[in-house]
């Protein structure tokens, strides 16, 4: 079975600094990955994803992630964070069934 | 523009009453997800369907039920609301490949007294 982890339910960073928000995963088949964004009273909305091919994928806002099989790994960077960046980011792996299981999300603050 | 709408946007009822939470989508995707968001759990899927007439259960189906008699809509009925209830209802849809992503709708914010 699939499952997804997050580690860390917040993470703060100052204005310019590193984005680093961890996801790790589980999956009997080879991963299709997904970021999406939450923004404050919104819906999710996607940042990335990762189906084949290239293991550095490009989002959207300056975000990119790098899938890492050996690690179980897809990490999402932003080389300098904006206060516009704050939300909740969830990774999500697809299951056999087409369905989506999430992590529990990271909450993004950003410091001026 | 395509687009994925739920209504209403707030909702506050009574334990114990009915509820429906609809849906609608325009983009023909066979794929729909009804999730429930709640603090500390992330997103946790209550039903989804892949078509017109499917429907499954997912995660956390008690308490509720889903049906699909065309391909744009989705409701969502609580049969009796209960406070455990009280929460944000993502709808989602795709179009249903193995690398589609799913594509929410604004939410419906839940509350039961």
């Known amino acids: 079975a699939q499952s997804v982890t997050q580690l860390g339910s917040h993470v703060s960073v100052s204005e310019g600094a590193l984005v680093l928000l961890r996801c790790n995963y589980s999956?009997?088949?080879?991963?299709?990955l997904f970021w999406y964004v939450q923004y404050p009273n919104q819906g999710l909305q996607l940042l990335l994803k990762?189906?084949?091919?290239?293991?550095l994928v490009k989002g959207i806002n300056g975000f990119e992630a790098e899938f890492k099989k050996s690690e179980t790994s897809f990490h999402l960077t932003k080389p300098s964070a904006h206060m516009s960046d704050a939300a909740e980011y969830f990774c999500?792996?697809?299951?056999?069934?087409?369905?989506?299981?999430f992590g529990q999300g990271t909450e993004l603050s950003v410091k001026p | 523009d395509a687009e994925i709408t739920q209504s209403p946007r707030h909702k506050i009822t009574e334990t114990g009453r009915q509820v429906t939470l609809a849906c609608h989508q325009t983009?023909?995707?066979?794929?729909m997800f009804w999730y429930r968001q709640d603090l500390g759990h992330g997103l946790r899927l209550i039903h989804y369907?892949?078509?017109?007439?499917?429907?499954n259960k997912g995660e956390v189906s008690d308490g509720y039920s889903v049906s699909r008699s065309n391909t744009e809509d989705l409701p969502l009925t609580l049969e009796s609301a209960a406070s455990s209830q009280t929460s944000v209802y993502f709808c989602?849809?795709?179009?249903?490949?193995?690398?589609?992503?799913?594509?929410f709708g604004p939410g419906t914010r839940l509350t039961v007294t």
């Open positions: 989602a849809s795709s179009p249903g490949q193995p690398a589609d992503e799913q594509y």
């Open positions: 999956s009997s088949v080879p991963p299709y």
């Open positions: 990762y189906t084949t091919g290239a293991t």
């Open positions: 999500a792996v697809r299951d056999q069934g087409g369905k989506l299981i």
């Open positions: 983009w023909n995707h066979n794929n």
């Open positions: 369907s892949y078509g017109v007439q499917d429907t």
